[in-house]
């Protein structure tokens, strides 16, 4: 089925481990997005990648990189990490202007960090 | 603070009740979606609203964007236990890439 897809579902990792979340999308959409999911946050933006190439960096970003590795793939590193850390990840992708035509999620990560 | 408030932020009601879940902004909303997500899921999208004023109705879920085009209302009529999720609004509040998510509203349908 087309729509997003991540890895893994689930991970437990101990502080100051490192880990890359994967996202890859086969919609042929230019803009892919890293969210994370908090209780009584909302989702909020990590990174975001507009087009093939670029990255930008969002509400969130730190303690985190990514790397948009081409038009499909959009994925997220975590070099050290922290509980702080702990939540559920999406990944998203949209047309380019994504408030125009809707985003598509993935089914999300949920990282324990310990 | 959060750019788009939720209300409520949880939702019991019996079987067969209609419900309202609020979307609110300080700024003109350019583009509000609805999402749902269901427990170890990605969000789905329900629908999307553009112009003040409009609504679009999915199966039991109406949705309306008011005219100053600054808050939505999701209503959902004789709700089914399939109707049980998160509920989470989206919008872009300027026309440039930005896009905000609500705080969610987690409806609990009991048969």
């Known amino acids: 089925n087309a729509g997003v897809t991540q890895t893994p579902k689930f991970q437990v990792l101990k502080t100051g481990q490192s880990m890359t979340l994967q996202c890859a999308q086969d919609m042929n959409h230019n803009s892919m997005y890293w969210y994370r999911q908090d209780p009584g946050m909302g989702l909020r933006l990590i990174y975001y990648?507009?087009?093939?190439?670029?990255?930008d960096k969002g509400e969130v970003p730190n303690g985190y990189n990514v790397s948009r590795l081409n038009k499909r793939e959009f994925s997220l590193r975590l070099e050290s990490a922290a509980p702080s850390q702990t939540s559920v990840y999406f990944c998203?992708?949209?047309?380019?202007?994504?408030?125009?035509?809707?985003?598509?999620f993935g089914s999300g990560t949920r990282l324990t960090v310990v | 603070s959060q750019e788009l408030e939720q209300s409520p932020q949880s939702l019991i009601v019996q079987e067969g009740k209609n419900l309202t879940i609020n979307c609110t902004s300080s700024?003109?909303?350019?583009?509000l979606y609805w999402y749902k997500q269901k427990y170890g899921e990605g969000l789905i999208f329900l629908m999307m609203?553009?112009?003040?004023?409009e609504e679009k109705s999915h199966e039991k879920i109406t949705a309306k964007l008011d005219e100053k085009k600054q808050q939505s209302s999701l209503h959902i009529t004789a709700s089914q236990p399939s109707h049980a999720g998160i509920y989470l609004c989206g919008a872009a509040l300027n026309t440039g890439n930005q896009f905000y998510f609500g705080t969610g509203t987690s409806l609990t349908v009991i048969p």
């Open positions: 700024k003109t909303l350019y583009g």
């Open positions: 998203a992708s949209s047309h380019t202007g994504g408030h125009s035509y809707g985003y598509t």
């Open positions: 990648s507009a087009s093939e190439g670029t990255t």
């Open positions: 609203l553009q112009k003040g004023g």
